[in-house]
């Protein structure tokens, strides 16, 4: 999806400005005191404030889908995932407590339900500039 995004916009850009700009033509000096730079340093600062919001978005999106499972008084009535929790009585001697046993353990399901979160933000953080692709000096 980030590829399919970065040269879809590039493309745009690209198409969108041919006329009033020279995108492989002009020099690095030329560029960086011309117009086209702040055009370039305006649509990354767009690009970055929109993946900013859209993450922001999606991350609550995943909170309330997560909260849906956990959450009373939410509509979703099937689980998410299953634990099993298992007694688990220690065999070295008769006083001793009892303990309780996740499967999956906790790590793991922590992990799990992280994950997307972590996805989410390595996608977006990996949408970077789009500064060197569309002046390719």
């Known amino acids: 999806m980030k590829q399919n ?25 030329t560029y960086e005191n011309g117009p086209l730079k702040k055009v370039v340093t305006k649509l990354d600062v767009l690009l970055n404030q929109f993946l900013r919001d859209y993450e922001k978005k999606s991350i609550n999106g995943y909170v309330e889908f997560i909260q849906s499972f956990t959450m009373p008084n939410k509509f979703n009535t099937s689980p998410l995932i299953s634990i099993d929790l298992k007694a688990i009585k220690s065999q070295k001697n008769e006083k001793s407590k009892a303990s309780v046993g996740f499967s999956p353990e906790l790590p793991k399901v922590q992990e799990f339900i992280l994950d997307g979160v972590t996805k989410m933000m390595n996608e977006i953080i990996e949408i970077n500039a789009l500064e060197p692709d569309i002046v390719p000096f």
């Open 5 to 29: 995004l970065r040269d879809v916009l590039i493309n745009n850009v690209h198409e969108k400005l041919k006329n009033q700009f020279n995108f492989f033509g002009d020099k690095m000096q």
